[in-house]
Nanobody, 128 residues
Framework: QVQLVESGGGLVQAGDSLRLSCVPS????????EAWFRQAPGKEREFVTA???????????LYADSVKGRFTISRDNASNTVYLQMNSLKPEDTAVYYC??????????????????WGQGTQVTVSS
């Protein structure tokens, strides 16, 4: 089993930056795809970004249009820790951010049901 623990959320002002971390524990050696989703109040959970380990060819990443150019996902391969650097935050980025992971090379990367493991979430609030 794998457990995911997110941290780094908080209350910031528009234009500020935050870095979220997702630390896995348990059988983490074979996690090949990790992602961030978010859920704003009254809305469904949505895809933010994902990173997929492709072995010899490195990693591939995917971003939602709403965060492209502002958010960056990265991964420490030694620990499988995943980071989400969020810059130029906007009030509409306010949400609970969830880390997700799967052992497979997830194909679409944007669908919740592609990920087996989920964290409990960390709150990000951006004031205007």
């Amino acid at each position: 089993q794998v457990q995911l623990v997110e941290s780094g959320g908080g209350l910031v002002q528009a234009g500020d930056s935050l870095r979220l971390s997702c630390v896995p524990s348990g059988r983490t050696s074979t996690l090949n795809t990790e992602a961030w989703f978010r859920q704003a109040p009254g809305k469904e959970r949505e895809f933010v970004t994902a990173i997929r380990w492709s072995g010899w060819s490195g990693t591939s990443t995917l971003y939602a249009d709403s965060v492209k150019g502002r958010f960056t996902i990265s991964r420490d391969n030694a620990s499988n820790t995943v980071y989400l650097q969020m810059n130029s935050l906007k009030p509409e980025d306010t949400a609970v951010y969830y880390c997700a992971a799967d052992r497979s090379w997830v194909v679409t990367m944007t669908l919740e049901n592609e990920y087996e493991y989920w964290g409990q979430g960390t709150q990000v609030t951006v004031s205007s």
